[in-house]
C-alpha cells in the first residue's frame, strides 16, 4: 500500500489541478493584509549598518561638499587624451561607469529596446563622448547604493553616475565632481494615504536602500520609524505595492519616477533634505574630476544637460534649470 493515495485525496488533487489549469479567477496565495508575503531578499528591518559614509569627514570640505576641483582649461579633443587617467581609458577603450539599472527617469533599463537610460545614464554618454568621439563607447556596472564607494576605491569603476549625493563624509573616501543636479528627500504613498509628513509614521514601516543618505536621515529621524532598508528601489516599490511597507522615503526624482511607473503611488509632503548630485571619481584620479567637470561645463553651456532634464525629469518634476558649479 505504500505511494498509494486515498481516493478522497486524489479527487481532491485533480479538482486543484483542473482549478490551476482554467482561465477562472486565480486564487491569491497570499491575500495583502492577510498572510505575510515574503520579503525581496536582503530587506532588513531597522538595520544597524550604514553607509559605507561611516569615515571621518575630511579637514577640508568646502561648501558641504558641493565644491569640486576646478577644470584646468578646454576640453582636449576626443581621442587625444592627456598623459594620466584620462589616457589610460582612452586606451582601454571603454569607460567603466558605475549605474542604477532600476530606477525609472535617472538610470533604468529600457524593456523595449534593452538599453540603459536616463537621465544619470544621458550623462555617461557625455563622458564617453568626450573621451572617445562616440558616446557608446561604456561598460555598464549596476551598483546598489552600498556598492558605489567600494566600486571606485577598488578602481572596479571609473565613475559612478547613480543619484549620488556629495557630502564631505563621503568625500573622505573619493572625489565628486561639480553638482549636476539637486534633488531632496520625501515621502511615498499609497493614493489612499492620509500621510503627509514623517512624523505621522511613528511605528510603521518607511522603506528605503541600505547604504544611501536616506537611510541615514530616516535612521536619525524618530526612533518609532520602523525603518526596512532594501537593495533596490524597486523592492521599496514593490514592498509599498504589497502593503508590506507604509512609505517610501529617498530623493524626489527618484520617488517621482515610482511614481510615474504607478498610478497608485503619491509623492506627499515637503523636501526635508538637500541631496547635490555629483558624478563620484576614485580619490587619487584628479585628472579625471577636472575633465568631467569640463564636461559638465560643456553640457550645460550647449543645451545638451536642458535637453536631457527636458525629456526625463521635466514632466514630473517641472521645470528646472542647471545648478551653477561651485569649486574649491
Ligand atoms: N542621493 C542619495 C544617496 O546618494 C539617495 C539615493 C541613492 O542612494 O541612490 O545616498
Excluded at 505575510?36 to 571621518?56: D, F, H, I, L, Y
Excluded at 546598489?144 to 543619484?163: F, M, N, Q
Excluded at 514630473?316 to 542647471?322: L, V
Aim: charged share 20%; hydrophobic share 40%; proline share 8%.
Amino acid at each position: 500500500m505504500r505511494n498509494r493515495m486515498p481516493m478522497a485525496a486524489v479527487i481532491v488533487m485533480a479538482l486543484f489541478l483542473s482549478a490551476c489549469g482554467s482561465t477562472g479567477t486565480l486564487a491569491d496565495p497570499a491575500p495583502v493584509n492577510t498572510v505575510e508575503r515574503p520579503r525581496p531578499v536582503g530587506a532588513a528591518e531597522n538595520p544597524t549598518a550604514t553607509s559605507g559614509s561611516a569615515a571621518p569627514a575630511p579637514p577640508s570640505c568646502p561648501a558641504d561638499g558641493r565644491a569640486s576641483i576646478r577644470p584646468t582649461g578646454p576640453l582636449p579633443p576626443p581621442g587625444q587624451m592627456p598623459d594620466g587617467n584620462m589616457r589610460t581609458i582612452q586606451q582601454r577603450g571603454l569607460l567603466k561607469a558605475g549605474v542604477d539599472q532600476n530606477t525609472f527617469l535617472f538610470g533604468f533599463r529600457n524593456p523595449n529596446t534593452g538599453q540603459l537610460e536616463g537621465f544619470d545614464i544621458d550623462r555617461v554618454h557625455e563622458i564617453a563622448a568626450a573621451i572617445f568621439g562616440d558616446p557608446n563607447k561604456i561598460q555598464y556596472v549596476p551598483l546598489a547604493s552600498a556598492d558605489r564607494i567600494e566600486a571606485l576605491k577598488t578602481g572596479k569603476v571609473d565613475v559612478v553616475v547613480r543619484t549620488f549625493t556629495a557630502n564631505c563624509t563621503r568625500w573622505a573616501d573619493i572625489n565628486f565632481s561639480a553638482i549636476y543636479y539637486v534633488a531632496g528627500q520625501r515621502l511615498l504613498v499609497d493614493k489612499s494615504s492620509t500621510v503627509t509628513d514623517l512624523k505621522q509614521l511613528g511605528g510603521k514601516r518607511v522603506c528605503t536602500q541600505t547604504g544611501s543618505t536616506s537611510f541615514n536621515t530616516l535612521s536619525k529621524a524618530d526612533p518609532k520609524l520602523v525603518v526596512v532598508a532594501t537593495k533596490t528601489w524597486s523592492d521599496c516599490l514593490i514592498m509599498l505595492q504589497q502593503g508590506q511597507a507604509d512609505a517610501i522615503s529617498t530623493d524626489d526624482g527618484i520617488l517621482a519616477g515610482m511614481a510615474a511607473q504607478d498610478p497608485n503611488v503619491k509623492l506627499v509632503g515637503n523636501r526635508f533634505t538637500q541631496e547635490p548630485y555629483g558624478i563620484g571619481i576614485p580619490k587619487r584620479n584628479e585628472d579625471m574630476v577636472r575633465f568631467v567637470n569640463s564636461v559638465l561645463e560643456k553640457s550645460i553651456r550647449d543645451g545638451a544637460w536642458q535637453a536631457s532634464y527636458n525629456r526625463w525629469l521635466r514632466p514630473s518634476i517641472g521645470d528646472a534649470s542647471p545648478p551653477v558649479p561651485e569649486y574649491r
